[in-house]
């Protein structure tokens, strides 16, 4: 009923009012999860509308507890503000970020663009945040949060490819604390040739050099070594993934988070803006081929988070059957399923 009632009602009043510029509606969904977040009596009572709670939805991973397996994706919460509210809406962790070391405005608005008709989204933001030191700043203010917390870490736009490694490490310093898992995102398309740090002679020596920041780090701070996960995107060749996946089985990386945007506008009915990446529904099959060959790759030998237009229960179902697959993300859905759909999957996953 409820669910009915954001699709023929809530949905289309939303979408009306932001359609000059969709991000409007998303900064205001934000503003409500802050807000309902700092309220502790009202954020419980709407987390049990939400919440489904069930042993069987359990996850257990790299010495982390997830309630559930289904994450909040990154860019969903860009400056780490709405955690609280994400927890409230049910998810079993959230991704925070991307950040980079020095505060972004991003690209002009408006940067994003909605298909209400392939249920896609087209977005160019450009790591809009507050930058390392900031969010460091922030996230050490709130009170303490009882899901894990994934950090994504992205480059600033200034800095060239070749000192990337320096930015990488300084956000992980300054975030360390603060998140339970971290990201390398190095596939993003919305940062002019971020995309090249995959390539195996910038992306090995990112993640070794990580590597040992989070060796130095946990001991610093005596705590667990935190677990270091890799976002790749879904527009890489064959060759490019296996180099990838090579560098990731032979570092011992904790992680691979399967898919970012893809700059490729295949299984689009409705016309869209040639800039940005594409999310959401046209994404699906891309996302489930890249997790398949990771999985057969790996032999299982590295959990994946798989994201990427993932929108019913089947879905979610059929991502984590694959063996690599230990949880998932959405962004794209919530869009256009409304906040229910964090619950609908979770209980279509107990059926
Ligand atoms: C508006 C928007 C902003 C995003 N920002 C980021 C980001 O900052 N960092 C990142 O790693 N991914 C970002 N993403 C990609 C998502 O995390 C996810 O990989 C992608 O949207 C596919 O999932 P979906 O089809 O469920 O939306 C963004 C996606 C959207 C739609």
Redesign the pocket.
Known sequence: MIYLSYKRIIRPIIFYWSREDPEKA?ELVIKILYYIGKYRLIAYLIERLFLVKDKRLEVELWGLKFRNPVGS????D?DGSARYGIKILGFGFA?L??FTQYQQDGSERPR?QRIPKDEA?V?C?G?NNPGADQTAERLSKKRKIDIPIGI?L?KSLRTPLENAVEEYLYSIRKLYLYGDFF?V?V??PNTENLRELQKKEYLKNILVRLQEEIIILSKEHETNKKPLLL?ISPDLSTEQLHDILDICLELGISGIVA???TTSREGLNAPASEKG?L??KP?WPK?IEIVKQIDNYTKGAVPIIA?????TPEQAKEMLSIKSVKLI?????VVYEGPWIIKKINKGLLK
Do not use: P, Q
């Open positions: 998303h994706a990154a860019g969903f860009k991704s970020g991307s994003t989204i977005n933001m790591f994504s992205g990201i995102n596939s993003s976002k898919v970012n945007t990446g999310s959401g994404l996302a994201v990427g237009g993932i929108s993300k959405i962004f794209t859905a």
